[in-house]
């Protein structure tokens, strides 16, 4: 042995290896430590009780009083339980300890205390006392006591669990007997920590006081709780219960209150005693007080199956006749006649009228048979079921299922017996053995107590401790692994069965444990132990048992065993250690197969005393043998899911626990548990079963020792109902009454017994004076016919009637007796009542009602019927007639019926007389069709046989097919017969004629109503005759018939399909009624698996026109097909043949899979495109486009076989014919397409419908002009046709309507718009279709919204226009000499006319004789400095101004230093604002001011200018794009004078400079991009040369750059200085002004169009140097340049209708 563990062992959490061994090492050394260290005692205390210490107990010889277990309080609360042990113990046990080392401590030490006490018993007796002795040892145990007390409130508070323990009845409730209105008290006193709960109940129903005011008190005080009842009724005799519950258990107890009466006393309100005994004179019984309850089950629950671990409820429905509101029955449940209680697995609920039983969770402890009994005051009613449990499945796959009914046997004070049954199910392999689990009430820990599985299905489980309680559970194990764990058992407290017979069956106690002393008496040496037996042996262990000794003194005994191998004398003591408190011990560690002989000897603190008898010689091994197998096993037939099994019982067998019962479908050897729980006996019903199916089935034993084999199997038995005596009859009436007889009718038995009823018996009897006679039989043979006439009665007597049924299995039970009936002769002249309702045939709208005709049929005969109908549920006046006109036939169809109600029918006879006596009424029919049902199926077969099929699926073995013509039973005739084979039955014509026109109907015996009928018109019978003729002389179908068609090259075929021909079917080929063959010509090929028939010709010439045909035959089925091929259809047919061929040919080389087509792509481009196929590298593609050959730059690739090309912004000029050629060495072909007139037209309404689904919704834009309607599509076309649409009319354009387009948007602008331009408007595209169009509504809130902003931009243009403005004219700075003149001249524009302010230093200036201001013809204000001195220096600023707005215009003046009189110099602003200096320019080239071209204004902004704003400089980011201005023609400049040339783009005239001028160069803007601050000035070339006057002293060309680019100017630039010899430099400072231009009004909406993109031509007004006022200069410029005057010419007007734009400045932004 290697010493591993067993795999069950191994890491299983319950398990504790060292579980034994260290509680026992702790106990001994523990007894050792206490035995050593404990060396005298305390002498004289006695034993007694809280409640026993008092001082008359201090006499000298004192009274042993009678000792009580019960410890108590100050407050006499019951606190613990008292267990006595020997005298001298001077320390006081508090209870138990919450560890296992400290309990192994407490009882060592309680042995050695024991030793020690019993050492020094003998000297103590023998020892003389005083009284003072006893007074001291009185004083001693009241200090002791004391201190106990003290001890015990201490550990109460510090530990309460210790103390809790479920209720107990100290005092219970006891039965009364009491008269009416008397109250009477049920009162108890109950312990329990914590306080229990307590609950009243009164026949298992709650009390509630509240609910019952006045009647119920309940009262609870100190544990003493009472139910007082007050004045005292006869309902209030009953059964009463008092409940007590705890966190720790549940108790309660039981009494009875009876409430008698005085003699004579009844009370009115319950029923008449005569009521239930006025009929036939006898009397019902009934009880004492004058009523008899009648209790019926309804409702019943029926045999249910549930699964492990589920909740299933059991209930019925309870109806007490008469009801009683103050009375309920006792509700009671049984489980295999055990009375349950509720529980946490049992639920029981009564709600008045239903009781119901809750199965929490269960457990195979669970199965059995459940009985519920209803107990009244008259007796009781029961009813009962079984209850199956099915395994849950296992944790592991195959391990075993759990075992079951753990329950606890002769538990003692350290042990106890656990016992169970083995489970039904091993999982596929043996059972290995067993493990007991345990665990301590109140913990959560379970611990296992065996090492080793155990196959004995009991086990000793040994080392518990005295007072606590413990559950058990038990798993099984086999090789596959472990169960679940089994049901837990009821706890258990290990104590001596003595204390517990004291403490009575209440739940187990697990409180506190108080240990007290016994009064001190003489030691005595215990006898012998007797009756040692050996209880139980099985290999693992011996359980022996024996009894205490007679002799044993007052103190407590325990036992030594020893055992003695069998033949030897040597005696070796088992429990050294720790002798036994228990007259019972197990022992375990036995050798298997020796024998043993086995002695007990007792021990107490006198001593040890002599050992027992010796048992007998008992061999180690199992004593009980595993039972036999049990004998023959036979199943009979019970229900159709249910069968009876029978077996003989196992031989010998003992201790048998039950038996396991197994079934399997024969032949399948697979076996199933019918059962879960052992069951006794050797009968048992197997449910669950398969209707139909055959089951064989074995039974197994069970005891302790395991389970049996498996008895022999059973004879295989189908499952399906007994055969049994019929159910009695029902619903006697009578159908016709003479003087000396009487017709009787009755209903079938609801069940027949599961077999045809054979007859019916008939007895009577005479009632006289209300008191019924003996029975007579009335017939002696049975009678098939559900009526019957009785004879030989008497004349007007009464007489009852019974009817009894009878089937193969014998007579049925009698009816119920019928009514009395009179004999009388019946003189009524209408027909009595109809009989023997049926119904068939129900589905869920209709139904079939069958009737028989009544007996009696009244004076005349018998012409008709009526049926009435009412749902089961209305009241009588519900009844309704289905037919208003009386039918003829004792048979009707009721249709019409709502699915799912339940109906009653009757049926009533009409004569001339008139209409008789409704029949008695049917039971009540659901409208439902249910599963399964089938109709009944006409067939004709091959032969042209018909027949009516009908195949029923709930077929038994006893049913049987029952045809009926008319609904009257059918037998075979020389027309018609009846065939039947397993669940299928025909009825079959033989020669079908009108005779046989009908509603045949078949039923089905022995089921649920299956039935079915099928009406056989005229017109059906002719359908069904001519199918028949066609399956008589069939003829071969075809699917398809001749056909034609072509074939690769031009081939011909001919064929056609037929749907089903044989191996045998063959095929005849005709052409023009002559056979043709297989040959050169002709190529056959017939498919018989198909039907498909084919015939080939290569080609088709003229020879081949006429008529195919394809005759076929199959057996005796034949068929043809032909096709004529003539005339213009042959022509067409060979004509395409030719083509077919001509085309395989053309496909052998490149050649087209689809010729060319074309596509308009999302984007709008054309492309053509065709697909190719059968290309190789060297395959050549040409486009050619009206013979031409198009180039196409990308190399050709045929990997997809598609060409295309792509044609962009698609116009008139790409109409033309494309061709594509494709060619090789093997040959070429072409495709053409033509795109020219209407394909052209056809392409380009394409593009022009992908052009209009690519628009986007019209949209609505305010403009100053009015209003605009607009539309952007992806791409735009000119080719495109667009219509606007007002009101759903085309829009005829005016000036103030009209529409374009601007790149891709489409617009519509309505000038000033009116009221009338309201409404809806609409673009249309044209497309050569439907067109699409794109609406807007502009009207109402749209229409306000645009016309309001329309309003605001036009006033904002107005305001722009005409707002006041510095047209130009004034430099940025200006250098001049001091005692020169100056004269500056600007353009103001404003309507209405602004008003001028000169300012300087932003101080307004006055006009004197210094300085001259002038404003004239509103346009022109002029600046005039008459001797400028160094004092007008300073900024200078004009500001105008009008309602529309203000601009300001500033410039700087600096005077230098004078130089002397050069002459006239004349300051010109050119296009980049920098001044101009020349010569005066003689008078013959200058023009006047009125021949001067008028001035430019500056072009119209699409920003308009708020008000009072001054002129703005442009900033750099503002990009400028000045016009280059014509060449300037300039006045001569006297010698030594410096000239600035504007930028010309044409050669200019210059006049020559004395005195070595200085060339001065201005730098226009040259780029786009930003020029940095204070840039050098920059010296270009003019695109062409500009001519210069020489000049005398080394003159020097000024050169001038022209604008080369639209560049911003930065701020700030270099100045051009201006030099003079021997002069200070004049700086001009070369800052643009603002854009000013003049367009012409006809470019006004081009240049609106392009957003101002226009170029404008900046200018300023002439500067004179030096020159009087008098004396202007003029200078003429061209067109767009600027004007020059003098100062008395007045500037040229502006136009007035023109606004000036001027860029924001830096400073705004």
């Known amino acids: 042995m290697s010493g591993s563990l067993p795999f069950y062992q191994k890491h299983h959490r319950h398990y504790d290896r060292g579980y034994r061994s260290r509680e026992t090492e702790s106990a001994v050394s523990q007894y050792q430590q206490s035995s050593s260290s404990y060396t005298k005692s305390t002498k004289g205390l006695r034993a007694a009780t809280y409640t026993a210490l008092d001082e008359s107990k201090l006499s000298p010889l004192p009274k042993r009083a009678k000792p009580t277990y019960l410890a108590m309080d100050k407050e006499n609360q019951i606190i613990g339980y008292v267990v006595p042990i020997f005298r001298g113990s001077h320390e006081f046990e508090s209870g138990l300890s919450n560890t296992e080392e400290a309990r192994a401590k407490e009882s060592a030490g309680y042995l050695a205390r024991r030793d020690l006490f019993s050492s020094g018993m003998e000297s103590e ?46 005092i219970k409730p006891r039965s009364h007997t009491v008269w009416e209105k008397q109250c009477v008290r049920l009162h108890c006193t109950i312990s329990g920590w914590p306080d229990p709960r307590v609950v009243w109940y009164k026949n298992n129903v709650r009390i509630d006081p509240m609910g019952n005011p006045g009647k119920y008190k309940v009262v609870s005080s100190y544990n003493v709780h009472s139910l007082e009842i007050n004045r005292c009724d006869f309902d209030d005799t009953a059964q009463y219960r008092v409940s007590a519950m705890n966190s720790k258990g549940e108790i309660s107890a039981l009494a009875s209150v009876v409430v008698k009466r005085f003699k004579g006393e009844f009370d009115e309100s319950l029923p008449s005693p005569s009521l239930q005994s006025r009929k036939f004179g006898f009397e019902a019984p009934c009880l004492d007080y004058g009523v008899k309850f009648e209790t019926h089950i309804v409702e019943k629950f029926g045999v249910s199956f549930g699964r492990e671990g589920e909740t299933l409820s059991l209930g019925c429905s309870v109806i007490i006749y008469p009801s009683l509101q103050r009375f309920q029955p006792e509700i009671e449940w049984y489980r295999d006649d055990k009375l349950l209680l509720p529980s946490k697995w049992v639920q029981t609920h009564w709600s008045g009228d239903r009781a119901t039983l809750t199965l929490t969770h269960l457990n195979k402890e669970d199965e059995g048979l459940y009985t519920l009994r209803v107990i009244t005051k008259s007796g009781f009613e029961t009813h009962s079921a079984y209850v199956f449990v099915r395994d849950a499945d296992a944790d592991v796959a195959g391990a075993p299922c759990a075992p079951l009914d753990v329950y606890c046997q002769e538990a003692n004070k350290d042990y106890v017996i656990v016992t169970w049954k083995q489970p039904a199910v091993d999982g596929g392999s043996a059972i290995l053995g067993y493990f007991v689990d345990r665990c301590e009430v109140g913990t959560t820990h379970w611990a296992q107590c065996n090492d080793t599985p155990v196959k004995f299905a009991r086990f000793p489980v040994t080392g518990l401790v005295e007072g606590r309680s413990y559950m058990f559970r038990v798993r099984a194990v086999n090789k596959a692994g472990m169960s679940r764990p089994s049901r837990v058992s009821e706890p258990v407290a290990a104590m001596d069965p003595a204390d517990r017979a004291r403490k009575g069956a209440s739940a187990p106690w697990t409180g506190q444990i108080i240990v007290t002393e016994e009064e001190p008496v003489e030691g005595v040496v215990p006898g012998k132990p007797g009756e040692l037996t050996v209880n139980e042996a099985t290999k693992n262990y011996v359980v022996l048992s ?198 009787l009718a009755w209903k079938q038995p609801t069940f027949i017994g599961g077999a045809d009823i054979t007859g019916y018996f008939v007895d009577y009897r005479e009632v006289i004076g209300g008191v019924p006679g003996k029975w007579h039989e009335a017939n002696i043979k049975s009678v098939s016919e559900r009526a019957y006439r009785v004879s030989e009665l008497k004349e007007n007597m009464l007489y009852q009637f019974q009817v009894r049924a009878a089937n193969m299995a014998g007579v049925g039970i009698p009816s119920l007796s019928s009514e009395v009936f009179k004999c009388e002769e019946w003189t009524i002249a209408v027909p009595g009542p109809p009989h023997d309702l049926q119904v068939q045939e129900v589905r869920k709208d209709s139904l079939v009602l069958l009737w028989k005709p009544p007996v009696y049929q009244g004076r005349d005969a018998v012409n008709g019927y009526y049926i009435d109908i009412k749902e089961a549920e209305a009241d009588f006046e519900m009844w309704r007639g289905v037919n208003e006109k009386a039918t003829d036939k004792p048979y009707m169809k009721i249709k019409n019926l709502k699915e799912g109600e339940s109906y009653v029918f009757r049926v009533r006879a009409q004569n001339k007389a008139g209409v008789g006596k409704a029949s008695e009424h049917t039971e009540p029919v659901e409208a439902v069709t249910k599963p399964g049902t089938a109709e009944i199926v006409v067939n004709v077969d091959d032969d042209g046989v018909i027949s009516l099929n009908f195949e029923c699926s709930k077929l038994t073995t006893d049913s049987k097919f029952v045809w009926s013509k008319n609904y009257k039973e059918m037998e075979e005739t020389r027309c018609m017969s009846i065939e039947t084979k397993g669940n299928k ?193 060297d395959s050549v593609a040409l486009w050619y486009k009206d013979g031409r050959e198009i180039k196409v730059s990308e190399k050709l690739d045929f990997s997809e076989g598609v060409l295309t090309l792509e044609i962009t912004q698609i116009s008139k000029k790409d109409a033309g014919i494309y061709e594509v050629v494709l060619k090789d060495d093997r040959g070429k072909d072409s495709s053409t397409l033509n795109l020219t007139d209407q394909g052209f037209k056809d392409l380009m309404n394409l593009v022009f419908g992908v052009i209009a689904n690519s628009s986007t919704p019209l949209k609505i834009q305010s403009t100053e002009e009015g209003i605009r309607l607009y539309s952007f599509v992806s791409f735009y076309n000119d080719e495109l046709h667009v219509t606007w649409h007002h009101k759903e009319s085309a829009i005829a354009f005016t000036e103030r309507i009209k529409s374009g387009v601007v790149g891709e948007q489409l617009w519509l602008q309505i000038s000033e718009p009116t009221e009338k331009d309201k409404g809806k408007y609409a673009i249309e595209f044209f497309d050569g279709k439907g067109g699409l169009r794109r609406t807007v509504e502009l009207a109402g809130q749209a229409f306000d919204d645009a016309y309001a902003e329309f309003q605001r931009l036009k006033a904002a243009a107005i305001a722009e226009r005409n707002r006041a403005r510095v047209a130009g004219g004034l430099p940025d700075v200006v250098t001049i000499q001091e005692g020169k003149s100056l004269n500056l001249t600007c353009n103001i524009w404003g309507d209405p006319m602004p008003e001028v302010t000169w300012l300087k230093n932003e101080r307004e200036m006055v006009s004197d004789d210094h300085y001259i201001l002038k404003f004239e013809s509103g346009k022109f204000a002029s600046f005039t400095i008459t001797s400028v001195n160094t004092a007008d220096s300073g900024k200078y600023s004009i500001l105008v101004k009008n309602k529309y707005g203000t601009e300001s215009g500033d410039f700087t003046l600096k005077v230098t230093e004078s130089m002397g009189d050069f002459g006239v110099i004349s300051y010109l602003a050119d296009v980049d604002g920098n001044v101009t200096v020349g010569p005066s320019t003689p008078a013959s080239t200058c023009r006047s001011a009125k021949q001067a071209p008028p001035t430019p204004t500056p072009p119209k902004s699409a920003t308009p200018i708020p008000k009072n704003q001054t002129p703005i400089t442009p900033t750099p980011s503002t990009p400028v794009t000045p016009n280059p201005p014509t060449p300037i023609s300039m006045t001569p400049i006297p010698q030594n004078s410096t000239q600035v040339t504007p930028n010309p783009t044409t050669p200019t005239s210059m006049t020559p400079i004395t005195q070595n001028p200085t060339p001065v160069t201005s730098n226009p803007p040259t780029s786009t991009t930003p020029i940095p601050q204070n840039p050098t000035p920059v010296t270009t070339n003019p695109p062409t040369p500009t001519s210069m006057t020489p000049n005398a002293q080394n003159p020097t060309p000024v050169t001038s750059n022209p604008p080369t680019s639209t560049n911003p100017i930065p701020q700030n630039p270099t100045p051009v200085t201006l030099t003079h010899e021997s002069q200070t430099p004049a700086t001009i400072p070369t800052t643009p002004t603002p854009q000013l231009s003049t367009p012409n009004p006809d470019e006004k909406s081009k240049n609106e169009a392009k957003d101002d993109k226009g170029k404008a031509t900046m200018w300023k007004d002439s500067v004179s140097l030096n020159q009087p006022a008098e004396e202007a200069v003029e200078a003429a410029t061209t067109e767009a340049t600027p004007t020059v005057t003098s100062l008395s010419d007045p500037a040229p007007e502006p136009n007035p209708e023109e606004s000036t734009s001027v860029p924001e400045t830096a400073n705004e932004e």
């Open 546 to 743: 024996w009894k205490p000794p007679g002799e044993k003194g007052h103190e407590g005994v325990m036992y030594y065993v020893e055992k003695c191998v069998s033949g030897t004398d040597s005696w070796q003591r088992v429990n050294t250690d720790i002798p036994v408190k228990s007259p019972r011990f197990a022992l375990f560690d036995l050798a298997e197969g020796k024998s043993y002989r086995f002695r007990v000897r007792c021990c107490n603190s006198a001593g040890v005393g002599e050992p027992s008898e010796p048992t007998d010689a008992i061999t180690v091994g199992d004593k009980l043998d595993i039972p036999s197998a049990p004998g023959r096993v036979v199943p009979t037939r019970n229900t159709d899911t249910s069968v009876v099994v029978s077996w003989e019982a196992s031989r010998d067998a003992k201790e048998l626990v039950g038996y396991y019962i197994e079934s399997s479908i024969a032949g399948s050897n697979t076996w199933e548990p019918c059962n879960n729980k052992p069951v006794k006996g050797s009968r048992f019903i197997c449910h669950g079963l398969t209707t139909g199916e055959r089951y064989v089935f074995h039974v197994r034993a069970v005891n302790a020792a395991g389970i049996s084999e498996c008895s022999q199997e059973s004879e295989a038995i189908e499952v399906k109902a007994a055969i049994a005596s019929p159910a009695p009859p029902y619903g006697i009436t009578v159908l016709e009454s003479v003087r000396d007889s009487m017709v």
């Open 125 to 170: 007796h023998t020892e003389h006392k005083s009284r003072r002795t006893i007074m001291r040892e009185s004083a001693d145990r009241i200090s002791l006591s004391k201190r106990i007390h003290e001890n015990e409130e201490y550990h109460k508070r510090m530990n309460e669990d210790s103390l809790m323990h479920t209720p107990g009845f100290v």
């Open 985 to 1177: 039955s025909k009825a079959i014509f033989n020669t079908p004629s009108e005779d046989d026109l009908g509603i045949y109907s078949c039923v089905v015996t022995h089921t649920d109503g299956v039935s079915a009928s099928y009406t056989l018109t005229e017109e059906g019978l002719k359908d069904l005759l001519k199918i028949s003729h066609e399956h008589k002389f069939p003829i071969i179908p075809l699917k398809t018939d001749l056909a034609v068609e072509l074939l690769e090259k031009g081939r011909v075929r001919f064929w056609l399909q037929a749907e089903k021909i044989s191996t045998n079917g063959k095929v005849d080929y005709v052409f023009n009624d002559n056979m043709v063959s297989q040959g050169e010509k002709y190529k056959m090929n017939f498919d018989k698996n198909t039907g498909i028939i084919e015939m080939f010709i290569e080609s088709l010439g003229k020879e081949d026109e006429g008529t195919f045909t394809f005759q076929l035959q199959d057996g005796k089925a034949t068929n043809q097909s032909s096709l004529v091929l003539i005339g213009d259809v042959f022509k067409q047919l060979q004509k395409e043949s030719e083509f077919q061929r001509k085309e395989w040919h053309r496909k052998q080389g490149p050649h087209f899979v689809e010729y060319l087509s074309y596509e308009v792509t999302p984007e709008c481009c054309v492309r053509l495109k065709c697909k190719v196929g059968n290309m190789k590298k």
